[in-house]
């Protein structure tokens, strides 16, 4: 069961990548709102990331050790 909803999940990106690509060259309409809808989900995660970001100049490489 598990395996049958990640192939889901997987085909769902999948398909959702080829629809913003095929957005950018110019496709059909309803792949130019495919492409948005996906876009328009992402943009609270690419915003999040932007904002969690501290100036502190911490790479994460854990050189105290």
């Known amino acids: ?3 049958l909803v990640l ?3 997987l085909v769902l990106v999948v398909g959702g990548c080829v ?4 957005a950018v060259r110019g496709g059909p309409r309803w792949v ?5 809808a ?3 989900a992402g943009e609270p995660l690419r915003s ?3 904002s969690g ?3 502190s100049g911490d790479d994460g490489s854990g050189g105290d050790d």
Do not use: K, P, W, Y
Request: hydrophobic share 50%; glycine share 8%.
């Open 48 to 50: 999040s990331r932007s």
């Open 1 to 3: 069961m598990f395996l």
């Open 19 to 22: 629809c913003v690509v095929r």
């Open 53 to 55: 970001r501290s100036g």
């Open 32 to 36: 130019r709102g495919v492409a948005r």
């Open 7 to 9: 192939s889901v999940v």
């Open 38 to 40: 996906i876009l328009a």
